[in-house]
């Protein structure tokens, strides 16, 4: 009896298997593969020499069939019934310790168990407690089998012989018989005939003759009636378990419901009474009512605790077990309480150990969980028992050592014994943020694959950002039967905020996943909540507005995640006053999670009540939260309030704080700075420092017009933005060889008087000139625009310079002859010489422009105006048809429709652009117009950018701007610091970094 068959399928090895389940209420399992043969394969139970039981591989394993690519029927199971009971009591008296050991035959090698294999003694409890567990409906094919082949009723070669074409590959010709032959009237061997079995017998049909003979022939004899009069109950506790079931067993119903009734009386009226709550956990086992025998048990372990004292091991061990085959199907309070007063009675097991463990970390009480871990550890954890890892892993995750979590989850062997704990690996592994170490455990994706490794693998799609993957993953029907919290997990992570997908694989995938989510119960936590997070993010107002209608009322509606969502919605729809309400009932005066702090600065801030903001400021930055993609919003609480210096004195105070507060704060110290220098700068010009005064007398004599060129350029500036149009015309000017014609820079009245010399120095410093148009020549008086984005929208107002392109239009056409007139948006860098810009074949079309990035607000601009959101066009980039007679008519158009239809704009000044544009606009290529967020992660090959246009919040001379693309504006306004005063220049930077 030596060797043993390996775990693993691998080249040469002829025989390998694995005893992967025991159940204690039923048998042990496993798979048994013959490389070579089709045949079924053998199989005995042994211990210490001794044969305890036979068996043979003929169920079906999928995860094995997987594996190597056809069915097999290689599964086993060797039942309690079928164990020699006598040769195993011997051998638990002589040798209790002695291990039991699936082999493939009494002297051949042993299979290899990735279970923990029992004792002798233990095995024999194991059963007393069920000895005809395995005899359940589901292991009725089993039986039928093994029962048939044992009897010597079947003769294969003679069935193969006239059924041999029928049966598919590889199967075992009887269990062909049991699935499919018999009720197709086939006979087993040359003298039966089940359907004349079937009628003499009063059978429905053919199937299930052959084992309706064989238990009619090995039938006990009938058990005697039990004697008239009133039944007694047992006292287990003094004749022993085996005796008193096999009386209780024997009674009739109506006799044991009536002493049920009785014990139960007796146990309402004396809770210690140990011994009727024993017999209450029998009969109700008896009956069927596993949850109310585990009640009893309870009841008995908690009475004995404060009675008896002590317990026979038997009955502790019978109780232990019934707890575990209990625990798989209904998990809870009550489980885990028979385990703990069973651990008080000394009654331990692995299995028993490893369930508290994972219900301490449910609730993640890592004191209760500690010791639990060092046990199950300390116990020898073999590297195949797949459950203790992950409960282990669990806890090593949650006591924040992430490196060992990973390692005890890369010591577990590929496969699993099961798909469902492959999948648990797969997933905790994801959970330790190990997706490459996740992704090699999964098998190559077949159709039929079990629904658990479906799921994982759609879970590591979303990981990976795979939106093919994710598409055609959930285009299967499948994927609608996925756990909530799987598809809530992939919504977020496919629907991340500020790059929803809006076009191709990536929005198939969440426009399915909100299909699917659509369908489920909305009142549970996890729909709910991804559906809301899809709908906030698409911008789905009014899909938004009715699902938090439907859960009013509910529990779900007043829970403070619900509530924190419900503030957000109500902000983006402009609904100030029940914003506020939420939060002042239900946030204010209260400590905020990372999320809520946000949310409400957010808000406070809107609402521009910023010695409140700042407050919840210095209380989120106290508790060490970051500001993850809110730091502008952060930055404006700061400088509007003025806390640069209780802010980092805060952090000096925290001990510990998130990653990225660390360059939160390095932008805060930075702005100060800035802010400090502006500050002794206008100290000191108050002071009359003559040293620090500007010089004012650098305007260019517009008179001293030369000859008309064909084009011009033409920007539009304010305060905020006086510094990015000096950056671009360094850019612009500083190009060689560069485009000629005339520059025009319109500006606002906000713009000081002293800082117009800064253009014309710019100007001289690369020989060109540049005009200067002010706001009282080119914009009527009493001309009021919509400035607002709408509550909660993100930012500040809009600046009313940004209408100035519509006026500086109107204004160039009417006092210049020009053929081509470019408008450029100030955040731009120009890096390459623009004269192709101005030849571009604009056909029969009025103006070019480059089409806006697809995306939610856009389709939301475009709906409301009837335009094609596919041909929706950026403003900042606008080459136009000066010489066109049409020209002046659209201009005005989009003038009057800023100024009395403000309803109509979305995007202020361009939707008025497109509107009034609609059909007359040519593509401009995107080298003119090469868009830079700094939400993307990747924005493309900026080289191929002619004018780099810095769109979105916070901009490259922002504190707060990505260091990723700042380098391509940084060295122009290096530059005109070389240019400028000092004095000027940082008083024009520290305006640009206000709110």
């Not at 000096?652 to 500050?679: C, G, K, M, Y």
């Not at 007359?920 to 090959?941: D, M, Q, V, W």
């Amino acid at each position: 009896m030596t060797g043993q068959v390996p775990l693993f399928i691998s080249a040469g090895i002829r025989h390998c298997g694995a005893v992967d389940h025991l159940g204690p209420l039923f048998g042990l399992r496993g798979w048994l593969l013959d490389t070579e043969s089709a045949a079924p394969t053998p199989v005995v139970l042994r211990c210490a020499g001794q044969v305890l039981a036979t068996s043979e591989t003929m169920m079906d394993r999928a995860d094995i069939d997987a594996l190597v690519n056809r069915q097999t029927w290689c599964g086993f199971l060797i039942g309690w019934s079928r164990i020699d009971r006598a040769t195993l009591a011997e051998l638990a008296r002589e040798q209790p310790e002695a291990t039991v050991e699936v082999a493939t035959a009494p002297d051949g090698p042993s299979v290899s168990a990735v279970i923990d294999m029992p004792a002798a003694s233990a095995l024999l409890d194991m059963i007393a407690a069920a000895p005809q567990g395995d005899r359940q409906p589901r292991f009725a094919e089993a039986n039928d089998y093994l029962d048939i082949r044992a009897a010597g009723l079947f003769d294969a070669a003679w069935y193969m012989a006239r059924e041999g074409a029928a049966i598919p590959p590889g199967m075992p010709p009887l269990l062909d018989y049991l699935r499919r032959g018999e009720s197709a009237g086939a006979w087993p061997n040359p003298n039966f005939d089940p359907a004349a079995y079937a009628v003499a017998h009063g059978l429905a049909g053919p199937a299930g003759a052959l084992t309706d003979f064989l238990r009619r022939r090995n039938a006990p004899p009938a058990l005697p009636v039990a004697a008239p009069g009133r039944p007694t109950r047992p006292r287990i506790l003094e004749i022993g378990l085996d005796a008193a079931e096999t009386k209780l067993r024997a009674m009739a119903p109506g006799q044991l419901a009536k002493l049920v009734a009785e014990a139960e009386r007796e146990l309402a009226a004396d809770p210690n009474a140990a011994e009727t709550a024993l017999f209450l956990n029998f009969a109700r086992r008896i009956a069927g009512d596993d949850v109310a025998a585990a009640e009893a048990a309870a009841a008995f372990l908690q009475a004995a605790a404060e009675s008896t004292g002590t317990v026979e091991p038997g009955i502790l061990q019978r109780l232990l077990h019934a707890n575990h085959a209990l625990h798989e199907r209904q998990r809870g309070p009550l489980t885990r309480r028979i385990y703990q007063l069973l651990r008080a009675h000394g009654q331990r097991d692995r299995i028993a150990t490893m369930r508290l463990l994972e219900a301490a970390l449910d609730e993640r009480d890592l004191t209760t969980a500690g010791p639990l871990a060092r046990e199950l550890e300390s116990g020898g954890l073999a590297k195949a028992e797949v459950w203790d890892a992950l409960a282990l892993s669990r806890y090593y995750q949650l006591a924040g050592q992430r490196r060992r979590a990973a390692t005890l989850l890369l010591a577990v062997p590929w496969p699993a014994p099961t798909p469902v704990a492959e999948a648990a690996v797969i997933h905790r592994l994801l959970e330790c943020e190990a997706p490459e170490e996740a992704e090699r455990r999964l098998p190559a994706a077949e159709a039929g694959e079990p629904v658990e490794i479906f799921g994982a693998r759609l879970r590591i799609a979303a990981h990976r950002r795979d939106h093919a993957g994710l598409a055609a993953l959930l285009a299967q029907e499948r994927a609608a039967g996925l756990p909530d919290w799987l598809l809530a997990e992939v919504m977020f992570r496919t629907a991340v905020p500020g790059a929803l997908p809006v076009e191709g694989p990536g929005l198939r995938a969440v426009r399915r996943l909100a299909e699917i989510l659509a369908a489920r119960d909305p009142t549970s936590p996890r729909v709910f909540h991804a559906r809301v997070h899809y709908l906030l993010h698409g911008k789905r107002w009014a899909e938004l507005g009715a699902l938090f209608e439907r859960i009013e009322g509910s529990e779900l509606s007043r829970e403070r995640e619900t509530l924190l969502r419900r503030l957000e919605y109500l902000c983006h729809v402009d609904d100030a006053e029940a914003a506020e309400r939420i939060y002042r009932e239900h946030f204010r005066d209260t400590a905020l999670n990372k999320w809520e702090g946000l949310t409400v600065m957010r808000l406070l801030s809107e609402l521009k009540r910023w010695e409140e903001a700042a407050a919840a400021l210095l209380a989120h930055v106290g508790r060490g939260y970051g500001f993850g993609g809110a730091g502008h919003m952060g930055m404006r609480i700061v400088r509007k309030a003025g806390i640069h210096e209780a802010l980092l004195a805060s952090v000096a105070e925290a001990s510990e704080h998130e990653p990225d507060l660390e360059s939160f704060i390095a932008r805060v110290r930075e702005d100060h700075a800035i802010v400090q220098t502006a500050r002794a700068l206008s100290a000191s010009r108050e002071g009359g420092r003559r040293g620090r005064r500007y010089r004012s007398n650098w305007i260019l004599d517009a008179s001293a017009e030369e000859e008309e060129d064909e084009h011009c350029v033409f920007l539009c500036t304010n305060q905020r933005y006086f510094l990015s149009m000096l950056t671009f015309l360094c850019s612009f000017l500083g190009q060689a060889p560069q485009a000629s014609g005339r520059i025009f820079a319109f500006l606002d009245r906000d713009v000081p008087r002293h800082w117009h010399g800064a253009v014309a120095m710019v100007a001289a410093r690369f020989g060109r000139s540049v005009e200067l148009v002010s706001e009282p020549e080119f914009v009527p008086e009493a001309v009021e625009h919509r400035v607002e984005y709408g509550f909660f929208a993100g930012g500040s107002n809009l600046s009313r310079a940004a209408y100035f392109r519509l006026y500086a239009a109107r204004w160039l056409l009417a006092n210049h002859r020009f053929s081509r007139a470019a408008y450029i948006d100030t955040d731009t860098i120009c890096r390459a010489d623009l004269s192709g810009l101005f030849t571009l074949d604009l056909g029969d079309k009025l103006v070019a422009a480059a089409v806006e990035d697809y995306s939610p607000d856009v389709v939301n601009a475009a709906a409301r105006n009837n335009l094609d959101p596919t041909a929706y066009f950026n403003s900042g980039v606008l080459l136009f048809r000066f010489d066109h007679p049409e020209m002046p008519a659209h201009i005005e158009e989009a003038i009057r429709i800023s100024e009395q239809e403000s309803e109509r704009l979305v995007f202020h000044d361009q939707c008025a652009l497109n509107i009034a544009f609609q059909g007359r606009t040519a593509p401009l290529p995107s080298r003119y117009n090469f868009y830079l967020r700094p939400s993307r992660e990747r924005n493309g090959y900026i080289e191929d950018g002619a004018i780099l246009h810095f769109l979105d919040k916070p901009k490259p001379w922002d504190i707060i701007f990505d260091r990723s693309y700042r380098e391509e504006w940084r060295v122009w306004a290096l530059m005109l610091g070389s240019i400028l005063p000092q004095a000027l220049y940082v008083d024009i930077f520290a305006q640009a970094n206000r709110d």
